[in-house]
């Protein structure tokens, strides 16, 4: 037993004297991962601000004025371009530069002085489907809301003040001004801990494949579960500091609040990782060279994960079966972990089946794929 | 034709070299078009069937009236009745819901009064964009009941009814708002970027690695012809799962190419050019296949992710990152095909972006046949 520690902790030291020679691989693993998630947290925003708005208002009243006024102030949209014409419009939308359009036909006040119902209409671009649904509800209710006074004195007269009404009162938990960094920002840390773990594993052991340094080491006395210990152990090391610095950087930087227990959030993370670690042992016994290596993390894992995984897709609206293929995926347990102990300060006893199941997947794949990998060495 | 002589027999051998990897032959056709069906399928921005609770204070006919409102759309599954406040947070807490409407004691009374009636619509706001769609989404469902028991007080005091505004949203290019139609254009450029710098690299590299490369160094061929020869065969196979990724793209999914087919392909083959310069410039300054993928990762795959308007629009990001924004050459390329695919657009309307793709592919493809030349002499 003794002796077998002492044989791994020979490896582990072997295997850091070779990270620390190849500086750029050590760079590579401590930059990239900060570097990715300075920029990258910036960029995963979902928050809409200011879009552009060219409005062709024909009535040119207090009226139309107090309609456009009510798209202005309400903080979404800017009238970045005024027209005359109806058919000046289009070409504001398909060259791109506004994104909605606003039409108050002639006789707007007057019809609505004279009870008739005037048509506004509002044009969006839906090549961005996400985008366009969500203004399409800003503007509805900043119309709606012009509307409503109107009704009211109708109803008022007409109906001698029996106004039936519902008002709806929303009200945010967790995260009352909807800044999207936050759900954001734990999605990045996720993803990159699992890219920079996945291939730093993968390739490094595909990499002593091909240049045929593990036949090496396969005929010294070294015991194929001390050869993967100490294969491994280096990457947990690693895996663990960039989780530090990753979480440092969402916390101190991006002011994600941790809400939750520090020591949970670390636990959990080591079980992430020691999943990540699994199945970029995984992938290393399956490809041949590390282009393939990189092909297999790429295609089979990086891409659906990052699809699947509720990262930025919602699983409650995907298809039974897609979703069922969910349940398989660690990083959709890890985000369900990070964003509920970060945001909504959740404990084990809220997370215990997020962590059953990393553990369940971690210790399936990482079985597996030793036993693939003692296949491999014999 | 002449020219190309030389570079023949290195084409050949990667076309070699690559037959003999058939699992990565494979990958790079199969897998792209696996993507497109995952994508097509799976993936929906719209917020739908939010898992909702209720907690009705009041049990009149007026909120159960509402309530079968709410729970009869596609934005909400009413997945339970609670009695308190905390039994709300546990659920939010646990992630078992993230909706909840609570309708006061008062509220039958102040409806029938002609009084406002308030009812509150809590949202767990953890991810921003379900929440705030959810809460656009009941505050209209809320609103549109409200109108209807307006309607039906004018209607019951006999008076004609009365609808101020007609509001007519018009949707262009995409009425239905399918997410799809605006993924699959995306897709195409996600997996062309990065097959093309990361294979290329990752060619390149290796031979370095083996040493083969001053092997091919010394032969009479020009740095120019090795570019060509190693990038040529990729080009190929990405037309292909280019083509691939189009065709299912349009048999599955309506998503069809409304402008000009040869715009398209002048576009997918810049962006091949861009990227491979890409790749080889990565080559160049890196010696280790592994250090070439951490860094064609950093460089392709997350960016072209995020940084280029594929998932997340570029204009709501903060402006250091707009600007940073225009190294991902992604970014020009789904502008163009957006505009080309969904649009319609002509060259006119995009030309501005296809100069910026060919500026990208000379410069990156110049760099590097720069530095290739430098290790020779």
Known sequence: ???????????????????????????????????????????????????TMVVCDQDRTAQSRELIEGFTTSGYFIQEYTVDRVEDLGRYIEEGDAAVALVIPPGFARDLFRRRTPQIQVILDGTDANTANILLAYATRIVTAYARPIVARYAARETGNRLQ???????????????????????????????????LTSLGIVKEKEIGTLEQLMVTPIKPHELILGKLIPFIIIGFVDAVIVLAVAHYWFGVPVRGSLPLLFFLSTLFILTTLGLGLFVSTVAKSQQQAMLIAQFFFFMPFIFLSGFTFPISNMPDVIRAVTYIIPLRYFLEILRGLLLKGAGFAD???????????????????????HKTLE | MYMLKPVRPIILKEFRQIRRDPTSLGMLLVLPTALIILVGYALDFDVKHVPLLVY????????????????????????????????????????????????????????????????????????????????????RIVASHSTELLLEAFRRVGRQEYVPIDFQPRIWYNPDLVTS???VPGLIGFILVLTAVISTSLTVVREKERGTMEQIMVSPLRPSHIILGKTIPYMAISLVAATAILLLGYLLFDVEVKGSLLLLYAAIFTILLGGLGQGLLISTITDSQQVAFMVSVLSSLLPSFLLSGFVFPISNMPVVLQVLSNLAVNKFFLNLIRGVMLKGAGLSAVWDQLLYMLIFAAVTLGISSRRMQKRTL
Do not use: C
């Not at chain 1, 215990?352 to 990998?373: C, E, K, N, Y």
């Open chain 1, 1 to 51: 037993m003794k002796e077998s520690l002492l044989v791994v902790f020979e490896m582990v030291r072997k295997e850091f004297y070779q990270i620390r020679q190849d500086k750029r691989m050590l760079a590579v693993s401590i930059v990239v991962p900060l570097i990715q998630v300075l920029v990258l947290g910036y960029a995963a925003t979902t928050d809409i601000k200011y879009t």
């Open chain 1, 165 to 199: 009404r519902i008002d709806a009162e929303p009200r945010v938990w967790f995260n009352p001004e909807l800044s999207s960094s936050n759900f954001m920002v734990p999605g990045v840390v996720a993803l990159v801990l699992m890219i920079i773990t996945m291939t």
């Open chain 1, 351 to 373: 997370l215990w089946f997020q962590a059953v199941m990393l553990s369940v997947i971690g210790v399936a794949v990482l079985w597996l794929s030793v036993l693939r990998f």
């Open chain 2, 56 to 139: 009705d204070q009041n049990r009149s006919p007026e909120s159960r009236a509402l309530l079968e409102r709410l729970g009869n759309t596609e934005s909400f599954d009413h997945i339970g009745d609670v009695m308190s406040y905390g039994e709300i947070e546990r659920m939010f807490l646990e992630g078992v819901a993230s909706v909840a409407i609570v309708i006061p004691p008062a509220f039958g009374r102040d409806l029938l009064a002609g009084r406002e009636a308030k009812v509150q619509i809590l949202v767990d706001g953890s991810d921003a964009n379900t929440a705030g769609q959810a809460v656009a989404n009941a505050s």
């Open chain 2, 181 to 183: 139609r605006f993924l």
